[in-house]
């Protein structure tokens, strides 16, 4: 593999979110439904596990699917290893036609996804990412407008939140409650981190 190739592997997240390649029509079975908005998501799965499908087009041909997967074979692999359990990311589809790619990875729970892709991200209960360190002087609001603040966190501490760096869709498991200002609400499942933001996103969940 040439230095120009692997270059592309190492970028934004780690083995092609930079590199700009992704696509698919369906996605494996179990892996959940199609992805109707056609775009990189993150998908919240049962019992703490987290599907990435990354969706880029890229304007030259560099790989052909087999070569693709090899490479992302070689980057799971690696990260596999280093922890020590084979399955800790499982890459579950590579698609590449007419200039666009799609993977997806699962990962067996949010700190592989964060470890992996080197980002930050957290998927759990409030009071867990409070622990953990996370800022929570944060402005939210809901769909029909209501906001929440700092004190009003305080007393949502049981509830689910996903708290992201990056600019990507995200399906969780429940309804969402709360997005943060650089979050877009789309509808109960789906919310897109906005690409202009800084910092974390936040977005809090009905459970």
Same mark, same amino acid.
């Given at each position: 593999?040439?230095?120009?190739?692997?270059?592309?592997?190492?970028?934004?997240?780690?083995?092609?979110?930079?590199?700009?390649?992704?696509? =698919?029509?369906?996605?494996?079975?179990?892996?959940?439904?199609?992805?109707?908005? @056609?775009?990189?998501?993150?998908?919240?799965?049962?019992?703490?596990?987290? /599907? @990435? /499908?990354? +969706?880029?087009?890229?304007?030259? @041909?560099?790989?052909?699917?087999?070569?693709?997967? #090899?490479?992302? $074979?070689?980057?799971?692999? /690696?990260?596999?290893?280093?922890?020590?359990?084979?399955?800790?990311? *499982?890459? #579950? /589809? !590579?698609? !590449?036609?007419?200039?666009?790619?799609?993977?997806?990875?699962?990962?067996?729970?949010?700190?592989?996804?964060?470890?992996? @892709?080197?980002?930050?991200?957290?998927?759990?209960?409030?009071?867990?990412?409070?622990?953990?360190?996370?800022?929570?002087? *944060?402005?939210?609001?809901?769909?029909?407008?209501?906001?929440?603040? $700092?004190?009003?966190?305080?007393?949502?501490?049981?509830?689910? +939140?996903?708290? &992201?760096?990056?600019? !990507?869709?995200?399906?969780?498991?429940?309804?969402?409650?709360? *997005?943060?200002?650089?979050? $877009?609400?789309?509808?109960?499942?789906?919310?897109? *981190?906005?690409?202009?933001?800084?910092?974390? =996103?936040?977005?809090? &969940?009905?459970?």
């Amino acid at each position: 593999m040439n230095e120009k190739r692997k270059e592309l592997l190492t970028g934004r997240a780690r083995f092609l979110w930079i590199c700009l390649v992704m696509t =698919a029509l369906l996605l494996m079975p179990g892996c959940g439904k199609k992805n109707e908005y @056609n775009e990189t998501s993150i998908r919240i799965l049962k019992k703490g596990r987290i /599907e @990435n /499908e990354i +969706i880029e087009s890229f304007g030259m @041909n560099y790989y052909d699917a087999g070569e693709l997967r #090899k490479m992302l $074979e070689e980057t799971v692999q /690696e990260y596999n290893a280093g922890t020590g359990e084979k399955d800790r990311v *499982v890459l #579950k /589809e !590579v698609k !590449v036609e007419k200039e666009t790619a799609d993977v997806v990875l699962e990962f067996q729970s949010f700190s592989d996804y964060a470890a992996f @892709n080197k980002v930050d991200f957290f998927c759990g209960k409030i009071s867990e990412a409070i622990l953990a360190g996370f800022d929570m002087i *944060v402005n939210l609001i809901s769909p029909d407008g209501k906001r929440a603040g $700092e004190e009003e966190l305080k007393s949502l501490t049981d509830k689910s +939140i996903v708290i &992201l760096s990056e600019p !990507v869709m995200v399906e969780p498991l429940q309804d969402i409650e709360y *997005v943060s200002a650089n979050v $877009e609400y789309l509808d109960e499942r789906h919310a897109r *981190v906005s690409g202009d933001s800084e910092g974390l =996103a936040y977005i809090v &969940l009905k459970k």
